[in-house]
């Protein structure tokens, strides 16, 4: 039962969510932990026709997973609460002594000047409370009244989860080219994002994982600032199908073909162990809510082998449809 690690290929939003929510119910995850930023990420996930819009717990909320969230990620407890709430799941839900918290200030700091005018941020907060985070002024959720009863040793937790050989995700927020190091310097969130990072998030170390998913869509979308290599114009993003709005912002979002490029590039630096394509039945609607390999068309898996020869890593889950159970899982088929 090994422990994955789940990351983002392209600028995020590559449908993460349903990929991790997909692998904790058919993997019987015993724990999923969010590494990642904060509740800038937005993750949306349909399971058995219900809806859930997820910022801070882990997208395995679908499955019977203990939800953790690492001390890496900066917690806003509103966010949290409200979706530990309205889910129901606040029993099974523990976030790290170590965490960052977001507090009203950084929500203010986000919404002015060269973040929002520049970057085009999300407005969380996220970026301003890493600032103070290195400053080493932040709040921790050690000492935040609201998350009482919720705190506890996620690292601890997570590590010996994988020592006696349960199933560990780890999932990972935003896209490899958001990363502050390895990404489109400066249109990119406030750290790096990569695996090693997601890993670090959580308290484990690079010897614990045996397999990191990348997550990459059929096509490539991007929101707010930054380059954007064969970005095509709205009218064409809307012929193609392939609008779509941010799930935090709403914010209409910028759109390109897949592209093997970054494809392979982010393989490399997550070194990607497997790669998930997202939404493939908006480029290939024949397949739309397949689940057998064999039965998909020939163009459609001329397009899956070209990805594993470009890249050189295999495809080994492919998103057919919104619902979790739309997935073509090639380890089986
Ligand atoms: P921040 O992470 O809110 O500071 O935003 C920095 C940049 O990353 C902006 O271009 C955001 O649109 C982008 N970004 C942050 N989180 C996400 C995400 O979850 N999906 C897509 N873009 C994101
Ligand atoms: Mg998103």
């Keep these: 039962m090994p422990a994955y690690v789940i990351v983002g290929g392209f600028f995020g939003d590559e449908g993460k969510g349903k ?44 499955s019977r997973a203990k939800l953790m969230v690492g001390a890496g990620v900066l917690v ?61 002024v932040a709040k921790i959720a050690r000492d935040e009244p609201k998350l009482k009863g919720l705190v506890g040793d996620v690292a601890e937790h997570v590590n010996g989860v994988v020592d006696v050989g349960k199933n560990l995700i780890v999932e990972g927020t935003q896209g490899t080219f958001l990363s502050l190091y390895h990404g489109t310097y400066p249109y990119v969130t406030s ?57 935090v912002t709403g914010r209409l979002r910028r759109a390109a073909p897949f592209s093997m490029k970054l494809a392979k590039r982010a393989a490399m630096l997550n070194s990607a162990t497997g790669i998930a394509i997202t939404k493939f039945d908006v480029l290939f609607p024949e397949t739309a809510n397949m689940t057998n390999y064999a039965k998909l068309t020939i163009r459609a898996k001329k397009f899956v082998e070209e990805v594993e020869g ?24």
Excluded at 315 to 333: Q, W, Y
């Design 76 to 136: 806003n407890p509103d966010v949290l609460l409200d979706e530990a709430k309205r889910y129901d799941v606040k029993s099974r839900v523990l976030v790290d002594y170590g965490a960052s918290i977001i507090e009203e200030k950084h929500l203010d700091a986000d919404r002015v000047g060269h973040l929002k005018e520049k970057i085009g941020t999300t407005g969380t907060g996220t970026g301003p409370a890493n600032s103070d985070r290195v400053l080493r």
């Design 19 to 62: 990929i991790v929510a997909y692998l904790a119910l058919n993997d019987k995850a015993d724990t999923a932990v969010r590494g990642g930023v904060g509740p800038n990420a937005g993750h949306t996930v349909i399971h058995q026709g219900k809806t859930y819009k997820l910022r801070m717990l882990p997208s395995a909320i679908v």
């Design 310 to 333: 470009e890249v050189g890593v295999p495809v080994v889950l492919i998103g057919t449809g919104a619902e979790v159970s739309s997935t073509v899982d090639r380890r089986k088929n």
């Design 191 to 247: 750290k790096d994002v990569t695996a090693s990072a997601i890993c670090s998030d959580v308290g484990l170390g690079p010897k614990k994982v045996d397999d990191v998913i990348m997550v990459c869509k059929a096509y490539v979308t991007r929101v707010g600032a930054g380059e954007l290599d064969g970005e095509l114009s709205a009218e064409e993003v809307q012929k193609r199908g392939w609008q779509e709005f941010g799930t």
